[in-house]
């Protein structure tokens, strides 16, 4: 079981609020992730969750018991942190067994466990090595399974694919969602990366300055944005805003059309501007466009094949219901 | 450098680089030549390289010295003794101030090196009244807490940035782990910490044995080190290079060695962390 | 992270250290000071408490305190120089790719290991003796007088002695900034067509500045307390007395407690003013 509820959880740094009162249930079983640009206090939650930082006002329950000042150990709740945090002076088996030790199970089952973890997570050659002389990829499984031995009723991950390569990083995406997939299990997850956030969560929490800007499964948050932040904040390449006169003509303050529901026309389209930089994917090609009453550029996607280069004018026609409103606060219009 | 460099300029940097190195090297290479020649070869005109008679006279000579195998006592005692009673009071204070770092850590670690720099002249007379009230003159217990206050701040500084380095999110992780502070200091932290430990214990041996002014001047006999024996060869009669070289060698051999495998620390430890 | 508890032990871990600090360092200095303000000679049995500045006025206008303050600065400033310059140069050479450098290291690097009293006798006896040191087989050799190095040149034997024993600690310490100096650095600057000199001149060295001002700094808060050097060497004759030394012989050789702990306040304010650059370097880089 791991359900974990925030009710009105708040965090200062001396008089400095990082989290005003703050209210989220995450259910058993869920993949949620925490995501939002540095400094949004995503970690900050993270922590709290994790009794690694006292909450200054409000209440963690965790199964419908109150955690709110149970020690970290208490809360049975394993975590992976970003730098892995391994124990550079035990073995990788030891690594692994230590909550175990530290719980003080026999040593049959700790065993048992650790050939299992090991078996899952491709480790089984590597057990009596050092966490240095393992490559980034296996210290990430290292920190995985210690905290899976644990059999925890959530796990934490703190950013824990950013000191990865990018190659790594899409492989071990997978295999953390297979083992969600297989565990069944609690997963609470931060990172500020929106892919990372869409591919892997069922529920994404979208965080600036300690405040909750939109809770969802990520085709909610892309399909209705409740606001502009969140609205450029997910989906890759972003949403293109516009504002003034287009956007009043759609009764509101501002407009969103991501470059995926823009359409490349032959003529007579809706913007008329100029190809700037192109970036050729292969399968898609993304133009930004230049158009003169605009300040910012504008991104389209277009397939693979679209024989137009720098300079020259490009006709766009947008998918009429794909188009977001947003008021003069930067709330979503219905 | 990834860079190929020529054979030739390699040989050239080789023969310059030992040139100078046995260059520097050769006043120790001298006496511990001469620590195995007769007193008469010692001084023989012109100077003996290798061929001579090679003996162990001198060792004999000044191991039979009533003093030497007293004064090799209190070095060790002395340098033993003054590093660990200072790791004993240093390592709870950087342990704390490097892993609960408060406001005014910084300026505590900044005063307690200034204390380091205090010239011993601006203490001696005071230091000679306190160690003859408590009668401790000439006392190995007076040179032993005498060389822990001078060398603590290097030992609370060295163990300072030692800890320092030991990532908050292991401890974290250990915590998350079901480790309690006693499990966390027992498992975690020590075994992290005890290569600092280690270098810091062998730089502050070798600081402590190599001091030479209170030493000197608050010893006569009893619980004089090698320092002082030494300098009690300052005003010798008759022949006794040899001899003089044999009981250097002596003195300086354990700290040699040590002070080898210390090379890296020693940077470390003397600029404060200042040169990396 | 940090609670209260943790705070209030960890106080409870520094007591100690800052406790025996505090009263090493204040207890003797302010006897120390006290004494400087009397007139203080166990001797002559004379304990007059209160004398006011007597004590600095007739120390700082002895000719004994000029010359030993031109003393104490020719030498720390001539040692500081070898020391610096050799330095640079060994560290520079040392970093060049060669056969055995670990090895060369080891030999540049042991004098600093070197107990003062044992450099200075093997120095005095066996190098600069007149009659049996090498210095004067090697004069023999090349058909000149030997010569009594102690005696004629005492202070530059002084500084040879400890400029010998501190140039492998200036070298290490070069040495290892050197190498933390970016081979790209260089490789671009080659690229941009300096040569050798100038990239030693507008690469290196300024690289290499805070390395040697650490390194001026420490070296002078040890080398303003040359002791044993002097002890076992000349014992302060020959105008090789430092301040150090003055003040030395001012309080246990001719006991005159007050004249001495008013040299030695002096002592402790001179090395002050030098501990204060170094406490701004090192505080600068606790902040990083």
């Given at each position: 079981m791991g359900r974990i509820t925030l009710d009105k959880v708040q965090k200062k740094f001396g008089e400095a609020e990082v989290i005003p009162p703050l209210d989220l249930t995450i259910e058993d079983g869920e993949f949620v992730v925490f995501v939002g640009p540095s400094g949004c206090g995503k970690s900050t939650l993270l922590r709290l969750i994790a009794g690694l930082e006292d909450v200054t006002n409000g209440e963690i329950r965790i199964d419908g018991n109150p955690a709110t000042n149970l020690p970290p150990a208490k809360r049975g709740l394993a975590m992976v942190f970003q730098s892995y945090a391994l124990y550079p002076h035990m073995s990788v088996r030891k690594n692994i067994a230590f909550p175990m030790k530290m719980a003080g199970m026999d040593q049959a089952e700790q065993d048992r466990r650790i050939t299992k973890a090991a078996e899952a997570l491709n480790l089984t050659d590597y057990l009596d090595r050092r966490p240095g002389q393992l490559s980034g990829g296996q210290r990430q499984r290292v920190a995985i399974g210690r905290a899976i031995v644990r059999e925890p009723a959530a796990f934490l991950f703190d950013?824990?694919?950013?000191?990865?390569d990018a190659a790594l990083r899409v492989g071990m995406r997978m295999e953390i969602s297979e083992l969600h997939a297989k565990l069944q299990t609690t997963m609470v997850y931060v990172t500020h990366d929106q892919v990372e956030a869409m591919t892997m969560a069922d529920k994404i929490v979208v965080l600036r300055a300690g405040h909750i800007e939109q809770v969802g499964s990520p085709l909610e948050l892309y399909h209705s944005p409740r606001n502009t932040f969140v609205a450029s904040f997910i989906g890759s390449p972003k949403m293109n805003l516009l504002t003034g006169d287009i956007a009043r003509s759609h009764d509101a303050t501002t407009i969103g059309i991501r470059p995926e529901h823009l359409d490349v026309v032959e003529r007579d389209g809706t913007f008329v501007g100029r190809v700037g930089v192109s970036e050729h994917l292969g399968s898609d090609t993304f133009f930004h466009v230049h158009i003169p009453q605009m300040e910012e550029p504008m991104t389209v996607r277009a397939g693979g094949e679209v024989g137009l280069r720098h300079g020259d004018t490009i006709h766009l026609h947008p998918q009429a219901d794909k188009i977001h409103r947003f008021d003069a606060q930067g709330l979503r219009v219905a | 450098m990834a860079r190929a460099i020529t054979t030739q300029k390699k040989i050239m940097w080789t023969v310059l680089s030992w040139g100078i190195g046995l260059l520097i090297f050769f006043p120790i290479m001298w006496t511990f030549l001469t620590s195995f020649k007769t007193e008469a070869t010692a001084i023989s005109d012109p100077p003996v390289w290798f061929f001579f008679d090679w003996t162990l006279e001198n060792y004999a000579a000044v191991l039979e010295r009533s003093n030497y195998p007293l004064a090799l006592t209190n070095s060790i005692v002395i340098a033993l003794g003054s590093t660990l009673l200072g790791i004993l009071i240093a390592v709870p204070a950087a342990w704390a101030m490097a892993f609960v770092p408060g406001k005014r850590t910084k300026d505590v670690l900044l005063w307690m090196l200034s204390?380091?720099?205090?010239?011993?002249v601006g203490v001696l007379y005071p230091l000679v009244l306190i160690a003859k009230y408590f009668d401790i003159m000439d006392s190995r217990i007076l040179l032993v807490m005498i060389l822990m206050l001078i060398n603590l701040p290097i030992i609370v500084w060295m163990l300072y940035t030692y800890f320092r380095e030991i990532p908050g999110e292991i401890l974290e992780a250990a915590r998350m782990d079901g480790a309690n502070l006693k499990n966390e200091i027992i498992y975690v932290l020590t075994p992290m910490a005890l290569p600092g430990i280690a270098s810091t214990i062998l730089l502050n041996i070798i600081l402590a044995w190599n001091e030479a002014f209170w030493t000197i001047i608050l010893t006569t006999v009893n619980a004089a080190p090698l320092t002082k024996f030494i300098a009690s060869?300052?005003?010798?009669?008759?022949?006794f290079y040899a001899k003089l070289s044999a009981a250097s060698i002596m003195a300086i051999a354990p700290i040699l060695i040590m002070g080898w495998f210390s090379q890296k620390q020693l940077v470390r430890g003397l600029t404060f962390g200042a040169v990396k | 992270m940090a609670t209260e508890h943790s705070r209030s032990s960890a106080r409870l871990m520094i007591a100690p250290a800052v406790f025996v600090l505090l009263v090493w360092m204040l207890v003797p200095l302010i006897m120390t000071l006290y004494f400087s303000f009397a007139d203080y000679r166990p001797l002559r049995a004379t304990f007059e408490t209160w004398i006011g500045f007597d004590n600095y006025a007739s120390f700082l206008t002895s000719s004994s305190f000029l010359s030993s303050i031109g003393t104490t600065l020719w030498m720390v400033g001539s040692i500081l120089m070898i020391t610096i310059v050799g330095g640079v140069l060994l560290a520079l050479l040392l970093d060049r790719?060669?056969?055995g450098q670990g090895i060369v290291r080891i030999l540049v690097i042991a004098p600093f290991f070197v107990m003062p009293t044992v450099s200075a006798l093997v120095w005095k006896n066996m190098?600069?003796?007149?009659?049996?040191?090498l210095f004067s087989y090697l004069f023999k050799f090349f058909g000149a007088q030997p010569f009594d190095f102690l005696s004629q040149l005492p202070l530059f034997s002084i500084v040879v002695i400890v400029a010998w024993q501190w140039l492998p600690f200036a070298t290490l310490i070069l040495l290892t900034a050197v190498q933390s100096l970016s081979s790209e650095q260089l490789e671009a600057a080659e690229m941009d067509g300096a040569p050798a000199l100038s990239r030693f001149w507008y690469i290196i060295l300024p690289h290499l500045s805070r390395a040697i001002t650490v390194v001026i700094l420490i070296q002078t808060i040890f080398l303003l307390s040359i002791f044993a050097e002097i002890f076992v060497t000349t014992n302060g004759a020959f105008g090789t007395r430092t301040l150090t030394y003055l003040v030395y012989q001012r309080v246990?050789?001719?006991?005159?407690i007050g004249l001495g702990s008013a040299g030695g306040i002096i002592a402790v304010i001179l090395a002050n003013i030098v501990a204060i650059f170094l406490m701004r370097i090192v505080g600068k880089n606790l902040d990083n």
């Open positions: 950013e824990p694919l950013s000191n990865l | 204390t380091k720099m205090l010239p011993a060869f300052s005003a010798p009669e008759g022949l | 790719p060669m056969f190098f600069f003796n007149v009659d049996n040191g246990l050789e001719s006991q005159n």
